[in-house]
């Protein structure tokens, strides 16, 4: 009987642990994954700049809704496309290759950019695609309006 009690204890305390873990607090820049739009702006921001003429800070604001109406609306009209690739590593739960592609108005003019994303940064529906159903590649279409 013993052996049961510790077993019982032992698994309520794991329960415990998990529900008190998903409720505490994540470290400043890790909102559960960033989201696709983090990952974008890091990889793009200062090639959007230079290209646009204005500065990585003022992309970023634009894109999330707190800059120049302005500059989103060019820099809408000015990328057409922009895909996400996410290639896990063999070892698992670690940092993904990213690969940023993004295609201009002008369909001969692109811009690829690699990256490392940590896991903790990765969004999280890519991280469970990862998880669940064991891809080694995710691949995600982003726009400058959504």
Request: hydrophobic share 45%; net charge negative; aromatic share 6%.
């Amino acid at each position: 009987m013993s052996l049961w009690w510790w077993t019982g204890v032992g698994v309520v305390a794991v329960a415990a642990v998990l529900v008190v873990s998903r409720q505490w607090p994540r470290p400043a820049g890790r909102a559960g994954g960033r989201g696709l739009t983090a990952v974008v702006l890091d990889a793009l921001a200062e090639d959007w700049a230079a290209r646009l003429d204005t500065g990585p800070d003022d992309i970023r604001a634009a894109v999330l809704g707190s800059g120049a109406p302005e500059l989103r609306a060019r820099l809408a009209s000015e990328v057409r496309e922009v895909e996400v690739v996410f290639i896990r590593p063999a070892t698992g739960r670690s940092d993904a290759h990213t690969v940023v592609r993004c295609v201009f108005g002008n369909p001969e003019s692109a811009l690829v950019t690699e990256t490392v994303t940590g896991w903790d940064d990765i969004p999280d529906a890519v991280r469970a695609e990862f998880i669940c159903q064991e891809n080694d590649e995710v691949s995600r279409r982003w726009t400058v309006a959504g």
